[in-house]
Structure formats: structure tokens, C-alpha cells
């Protein structure tokens, strides 16, 4: 029945075999087809169409009747959303139904290739449509997420938050530690960047107790506010400036934003090691926080505290993703593809007047247009792009703590130094943040399944992914572990 290669042999068995053209068009360096025809056990390798090099093509034999597919692109499985697809025991796989005798389609032809006197007859309605991607008219609409399994899923996901507590986010071995209040501003600056972090506790000695937390949100309208004048930073500004005395400018700075004269300081949010996890995530997301810190304390008044995390709701994903790895079928989101279910900030369409404009900037913006940007839209990463809106890097909060890096704070203006060049100071080799390098753009697929999503960000040190077009990396979207959340907790 079948050939060493996969195909059906009609010359040997009599069965009627239909040449089918199967293609890929959203590039990559290596493309495999995988297929029910193929047994599911064969990878044929798909070749570039010539003209088109970010299109791939196979031709198989099959038999009338019903097919599931899906490709392998560069080390990763994927299915193409503009054409019918199903959630089977393969995962999200493409479908096809070929008749006993298919209609004929009339042949489109591809760009020639200058200088190749070669142009090549297309007769499939599959590959017509990935030459003219760009025509909206072709794209299939994808369909929506039932709500009964959006439903079933927040429950369970509800269940098990609200059945496990905050000490299960302690790691096995590790460190914390807090800064003290009265520590000047330069050298917790320094201490952050040294640790490779971001966030600190804020230690008051006198009270005993932990009073705060210092994010690189505080250094951002630092160094915006030591430096409004215009003039670079001055050691002597940062050597004299304390944290307790930052903290107290912040507090009168938001004081006048609000319109109030209101002198209440606003009070340390944290959890205890027995708080459910649902709890501490709703924490998080009512207070617009990124962590946390889990805290136990031997008296009501909450001295005598002793610090034991810091709880981000990336380890919180982390356990919902280890919790449900081998029953995610109980959670029939999962497989589901992202752009089906309304996640996170997509770049509006064309003529849409209620989309939202994702914030986006280019290498040669300036710092302080990106610190202004992310004050602005009050989000904690930008996506840096080329001329084509390509992404090329992305410029978070935690990054300016890089400055730290040969004191580059006192030798800059905000205004004169742009995104690539601050981009290059986090980015050395010897830099305590090169560990996160390799993972600064996390990237996927609109058509990716919620689950590849979520186990992304679960990754230490991970806050967003951005969503690309295969192919061109053109930036589609930003998700980011709050917009996760907010789903999954309805």
C-alpha cells in the first residue's frame, strides 16, 4: 500500500492517487511536512519555491479522502491558521478532504525571477493563497473559544490556586535580601545591578520591620528627576540622595498628581507563606505590582519579620504549568490557539476605531522618549523595531539599571543617548544580567496554543512575549503574565 517514502504506490496496489502540493508560507531555514498520510512517522523535508524563498513546498501522494498535517519549522511543530485545522491527538493540526475527482483551478502564475526565464504554473487553491498573503480577502477567519471551555478551564485553574498556598513557591535553596533605607541611592543602584535584579525589599532598622519595596520604576523617576535640568547626573546627587528620602519626594510627587493633600503612607503589600496562591496573584494584579514579598512574622504589628521570597506571578504560572502538564486536557484552553481567545494588546487594524496602539519604538529613539513612553502608557516593555516594524530587541524597565555599569549614569544625558546604545550596556558579556540575553525577545506565533505561551513566560526573569508574523518577525502583539492572569482569573 505504501512506498519506502511515505507516498501511496498506486502503479502496485490499483488505489487512486491524487498529487497534492502542500505549502508553507511564513519562512524559515528548515520546514518538514508531517502527516497522517505519512504514518505521522515520516518528515519530508520541503523545498523553497524558487522566487518565493520564504515559501517551502511538498508534493504528495494521497489517497480520497480525509488528512490531518502540520509542519516542523526549525525545530518547532506549527499549523497554518489561514487554512482548516482541528484540535486532534497530534495537537492543533491542518485538515484536508481531496474528492475522488478534484476540481480543476485555473493556474496562477508566480513573479518571475529576474534573470531566471523561469516562471512556474501553480494549480492549488492552498498555495494561491500563500502567494498573496497579503490580500485580507483570503485570510479565513478563525474561530472562537466556546465559552463553556473558557469556563471549565478558569475553574479548575481557580481550584487548584485557591487549594495551594504561598510556601510552595519556595525554591529549595536560594537567597534573599533587603536593602536598608537609609542606604543612598547610588549605592543601591549599584547593588541591584551587581546582583543582576531589579527589585529589592526596603529594610527600616529603627522600626524593624520591612516598610517598601525599590523597583527599577523608582530609578526611572530618579533619574528623571535628578536630571530634568537638563545636565547629566552628578555623583554627588546620587551620594547624597537616600532611599527613605526618595521615598518620601515619591510619596509628595503622587500626592500632587492625585490633587490630594493626604498624608498616608501607603502600606507594604505582601503575603504569608500560607496565603493561597490566588490570593497573592490577585495581589499582584489589584495593586499593579510585579512582586511581592512573602513575609513571616512572629507578631500582629509585623515586626520581627523575617523575609522569605520574593512572589512574581511568573512562579505562580510555573506551578500551574508543572500542576497541569500531564492532564491538560482537563484545561481545554491550552491547545487553543492565542489569537482565538481576545489575550493581550494587538496592533490595531486598519479603519479599527477601537484599537489600542501598541507602543513601539525604533533603535535610535532616544532614552528618555523610552523612559517618557513607559511612564506614559504605564506598561513595563516596550518592543524596539526596524523601519518595517520588525522587531530587533525590546527595552524594559529593569533595563536601565544597566547605567549602573562604569557609573554611565553620571556621563550621560537621557536625551543624547539612544535605545541602542543603552541596549549595549545590559548586553556585555561580563554583565551580571548576560544570562537573560538569550531569552530578551520571547517570541510566538498568533497561532501558537496558549500552553507554549504560558510555559514561556513561567521562565525566570520573563514578564511579556511578543506575538510576530513568521517569516518577516513584523510585531502583531505583546502579551504579557498580567494579561494572562487576568484571563485565566476571569
Excluded at 444 to 471: F, N, Q, T, W, Y
Amino acid at each position: 500500500m505504501f512506498s519506502p517514502g511515505g507516498d501511496p504506490a498506486p502503479e502496485s496496489s490499483g488505489v487512486v492517487v491524487i498529487p497534492t502540493r502542500f505549502v508553507w508560507p511564513y519562512g524559515g531555514r528548515k520546514v518538514f511536512l508531517c502527516g497522517s498520510f505519512l504514518r505521522w512517522s515520516e518528515h519530508r523535508q520541503m523545498s523553497p519555491v524558487e522566487g518565493c524563498p520564504t515559501v517551502f513546498q511538498a508534493i504528495c501522494n494521497l489517497t480520497p479522502g480525509y488528512h490531518q498535517y502540520k509542519f516542523y519549522v526549525d525545530g518547532e511543530w506549527r499549523y497554518d491558521e489561514r487554512l482548516p485545522f482541528v484540535n486532534g491527538n497530534y495537537g492543533i493540526v491542518n485538515t484536508i478532504v481531496l474528492a475522488r475527482e478534484p476540481e480543476p483551478v485555473p493556474p496562477v502564475l508566480l513573479p518571475e525571477t529576474p534573470g531566471s526565464g523561469v516562471n512556474m504554473d501553480v494549480d492549488n487553491e492552498i498555495f494561491r493563497r500563500a502567494v498573496t498573503l497579503s490580500d485580507g480577502a483570503l485570510q479565513e477567519p478563525v474561530p472562537r473559544i466556546s465559552e463553556a471551555d473558557i469556563d471549565v478551564s478558569r475553574q479548575r485553574v481557580s481550584v487548584f490556586l485557591s487549594t495551594h498556598t504561598a510556601y510552595e513557591l519556595l525554591p529549595e535553596s536560594g537567597k534573599v535580601f533587603a536593602l536598608d533605607v537609609n542606604l543612598p541611592v547610588k549605592q543601591a543602584f549599584h547593588i541591584l545591578y551587581e546582583q543582576g535584579i531589579s527589585v529589592a525589599p526596603l529594610w527600616d532598622s529603627y522600626r524593624g520591620q520591612l516598610v517598601g519595596i525599590l523597583s527599577a520604576l523608582d530609578f526611572i523617576l530618579i533619574l528623571r528627576e535628578l536630571g530634568n535640568h537638563g545636565s547629566s547626573l552628578t555623583e554627588e546627587q546620587l551620594e547624597t540622595h537616600k532611599i527613605s528620602a526618595w521615598k518620601e519626594e515619591k510619596l509628595h510627587l503622587n500626592r500632587q498628581a492625585e490633587g490630594s493633600s493626604r498624608q498616608l503612607e501607603r502600606q507594604l503589600i505582601h503575603a504569608g507563606p500560607f496565603d493561597t496562591l490566588k490570593d497573592v496573584a490577585l495581589k499582584i494584579l489589584q495593586n499593579g505590582v510585579a512582586t511581592i514579598p512573602i513575609i513571616h512574622s512572629s507578631s500582629r504589628d509585623g515586626s520581627f519579620s523575617q523575609l522569605l521570597h520574593l512572589a512574581s506571578l511568573s512562579g505562580i504560572l510555573k506551578c500551574i504549568c508543572r500542576h497541569f502538564r500531564h492532564s491538560s486536557s482537563s484545561l481545554p484552553i491550552l491547545e487553543q490557539p492565542i489569537c482565538s481567545m481576545g489575550l493581550g494588546t494587538w496592533v490595531p487594524k486598519i479603519g479599527d476605531p477601537n484599537g489600542r496602539p501598541l507602543a513601539m519604538l525604533r533603535l535610535n529613539s532616544s532614552l528618555s522618549a523610552a523612559l517618557s513612553l513607559l511612564l506614559q502608557a504605564q506598561v513595563s516593555s516596550i518592543p524596539i523595531v526596524n523601519d518595517s516594524d520588525s522587531l530587533v530587541d525590546i527595552y524594559s524597565r529593569s533595563d536601565i539599571t544597566a547605567l549602573a555599569k562604569d557609573r554611565a549614569y553620571a556621563q550621560i544625558r537621557l536625551d543624547e543617548m539612544n535605545i541602542h546604545q543603552a541596549l549595549q550596556l545590559g548586553q556585555d558579556a561580563n554583565s551580571p544580567y548576560s544570562y537573560l540575553n538569550g531569552q530578551r525577545c520571547q517570541m510566538c506565533l498568533r497561532s501558537d496554543p496558549l500552553h507554549k505561551v504560558m510555559e514561556r513566560l513561567a521562565i525566570p526573569g520573563v514578564r511579556r512575549v511578543v506575538v510576530v508574523e513568521a517569516g518577516t518577525k513584523r510585531v502583531e502583539g505583546i502579551i504579557s503574565l498580567s494579561d494572562v492572569f487576568r484571563f485565566l482569573l476571569g
